[in-house]
């Protein structure tokens, strides 16, 4: 196995660790949550809950309304490159 597969099978095992410990923290604030007893401290953190209600506005709906030109969207439009790294288990290996 070369260094880029190795790094490649690496990111792998970190993106799997962190959706390990991603799920953990929601299952932890949900029984923080469900206990409602806020703050509370441990030996070296604090957690504190609290609700609020927040405000979204759906701007792609309102605009539509106004049926923009597709010229006043084009002007309106910027585009970016963009480089991504995608990583998924492969089929078939364990």
């Known amino acids: 196995m070369n260094a880029i597969q190795k790094l490649v099978d690496e990111l792998g ?22 206990k409602g007893v806020s703050p509370v401290e441990g030996d070296y953190f604090r957690v504190t809950v609290s609700e609020s209600t927040r405000t979204y506005v759906d701007w792609k709906s309102i605009a539509e309304k106004f049926e923009p030109s597709r010229q006043l969207i084009a002007g309106n439009t910027t585009k970016k490159p963009v480089t991504s790294v995608r990583c998924t288990a492969r089929k078939g290996v364990a």
């Open 13 to 34: 095992d970190l993106k799997a660790d962190i959706a390990r410990l991603q799920d953990r923290e929601s299952a932890i604030k949900s029984i923080l949550i469900k």
